[in-house]
Structures are given as structure tokens and as C-alpha cells.
């Protein structure tokens, strides 16, 4: 008998909790000293539990990644927001927990949402990183990402540089 310890699966609204605390875990740990204090504090506040029920609650394209009964991290996706391109797919968001980290479970996860594009006839993918998130940027890379676009975002009076990762 094999008992899988890693499930992705749809979100539960009663996954709402364990979502929003993924999202203030990996953000503390990937962003603290890349975006400034006070920007990071003010998304982590609009991003608690009230925003994790509303979001479950309108079914939106999600997956969670489920490792032994808890909610480890999570991914979201669709068509792309970079207009006309030949990535018509893209990955919005991919964290996980930190003690999740360096497992090879982001790689299941990024997959796993792959293949749900894929599934949507959506042709090709992009992801959008910051530079500065140099974790970010290499397990992409790793992944087989190629960067095709540079763009800033801005973070209070700070602008930061990102760039698009895209798979055909």
C-alpha cells in the first residue's frame, strides 16, 4: 500500500487560515529587506484572512499543496496579463510555507498549475519575478525559464525591477 504524502488539490474554504498564513510566512521570509518595511506591512495586512475567504469563496484558479494534511503552499494562474504575446499562459503566484522550502515541492507545484494551463489550450507561460528575489529567479531558471521582458513595480517611493520568465 503507498500513501501519498504530497496532494495538490483544489482549495477547500476552510483552507482560508493555513492560506493566509503560507502568504504572511513566505512573504516575511522571501521580501523582508527587498521591499521596504512599511510597503511589505501594508500587503500583508490586505492580504489576511477576511481577503483568503473572500478569494476561496470565488473560485478562482488556485491550487494548494497539501503535504501530509497541511496546507504547504499554493499557486495561481491564468491567461496571461501581458497582452499580445505567445504566452498565453501565466503563473501569478507560487509560494510556499519556509519549512516547505528546498524540497522539490515547488517544482510540483509549478506543474502541476503547467498542466491545468495546458488543460485551458493555453499556449506557452510566463512568470513574473522580482530581480532581487534571487530564489525566485533561479528556480525558474531552473525550471527552463528564459527571460523575455524587464519591467518595475513600485513599492511606496521605492521601484523595484522584475523580469518575465517564459516557457513555450
Same mark, same amino acid.
Given at each position: 500500500m503507498? @500513501?501519498? #504524502?504530497?496532494?495538490?488539490? *483544489?482549495?477547500?474554504?476552510k483552507? +482560508?487560515?493555513?492560506?493566509a498564513? #503560507? ?5 516575511? $521570509? #522571501?521580501?523582508?529587506?527587498?521591499? *521596504? ?6 500587503? !500583508? ?8 475567504d473572500?478569494t476561496?469563496?470565488?473560485? /478562482?484558479? &488556485?491550487? @494548494? &499543496?497539501?503535504f501530509?494534511g497541511? #496546507?504547504? $503552499?499554493?499557486?495561481?494562474y491564468?491567461? %496571461?496579463?501581458? =497582452?499580445? %504575446? *505567445? ?8 509560494? &510556499?510555507? *519556509?519549512?516547505y522550502?528546498?524540497?522539490? !515541492?515547488?517544482?510540483?507545484?509549478f ?5 491545468? !494551463? ?32 524587464? /519591467?518595475?513595480?513600485?513599492? =511606496?517611493e @521605492?521601484?523595484?525591477?522584475?523580469v +518575465?520568465?517564459?516557457? %513555450?
Amino acid at each position: 500500500m503507498t @500513501v501519498d #504524502v504530497v496532494q495538490i488539490r *483544489p482549495p477547500r474554504t476552510k483552507d +482560508a487560515e493555513a492560506l493566509a498564513a #503560507v502568504y504572511e510566512e513566505a512573504w516575511q $521570509g #522571501v521580501y523582508q529587506g527587498i521591499i *521596504p518595511h512599511l510597503s511589505l506591512q501594508r500587503m !500583508l495586512a490586505r492580504r489576511g484572512l477576511r481577503w483568503w475567504d473572500a478569494t476561496l469563496r470565488k473560485r /478562482g484558479p &488556485l491550487l @494548494v &499543496l497539501d503535504f501530509d494534511g497541511q #496546507v504547504a $503552499g499554493y499557486v495561481t494562474y491564468g491567461r %496571461s496579463r501581458f =497582452g499580445r %504575446s *505567445p504566452f498565453q499562459g501565466e503563473i501569478f503566484e507560487l509560494y &510556499l510555507h *519556509p519549512i516547505y522550502q528546498g524540497l522539490g !515541492l515547488g517544482e510540483i507545484l509549478f506543474k502541476a498549475a503547467r498542466g491545468r !494551463l495546458a488543460d485551458l489550450r493555453l499556449k506557452g507561460l510566463l512568470v513574473w519575478a522580482l530581480i532581487d528575489n534571487e530564489a525566485a529567479c533561479n528556480f525558474y531558471a531552473r525550471l527552463g525559464g528564459k527571460p523575455v521582458a524587464e /519591467g518595475a513595480e513600485a513599492f =511606496g517611493e @521605492v521601484t523595484l525591477r522584475k523580469v +518575465a520568465f517564459a516557457w %513555450s
